[in-house]
């Protein structure tokens, strides 16, 4: 069975040119990762270890200063360093957030998009610890905000098989 991020391409480079194909993969990503659908992240960009996703500035994400809620930013950031990271896993290999940074340069209004590239350590034959880091800049190119995203990246556990049943024994009548 090929790997999530290979599945997550392979889904990609189908809808993404058609049209509205782009709009389905961000319900699609949205329906998977309910949690992080709540942005309404849209993918504009994927490929292997490359990501970039644009959040648009709406009510709902905002704060009493009336820009982008922190928590939004650090969501979308999230977002994009996972999309990078986990379409450039090779086969066998799993990723999960450890720890997020997140430096707040300006206040974000209007769209912002979250770009981030990963390039991963191979051969990844134990558990390790990795960073990958994404901006976040706004409608003039000015960045908002910088994540470090740091990942647990491990081999997959292998699958155990449940033991089987003990046979019942016979009831007498």
Known sequence: MPSPGVRLLALWRRLS????GRYLFAWAFGRTVPYSGSVRPFIEHLEPGHARVRIRDQRALRNHL???HAIALANVAEIASGLAMITALPDGVRGIVVNLAIEYVKKARGPLVAEA???IPTPITAAVEHDFTASI???AGDVVARATVRWRLAPNAPVVAPAPRPARAA???
């Open 17 to 20: 040119p058609l049209p509205g």
């Open 171 to 173: 009831q007498a009548p």
């Open 117 to 119: 590239r990963a390039v």
């Open 137 to 139: 800049t706004d409608l």
């Open 66 to 68: 009336g820009s982008v």
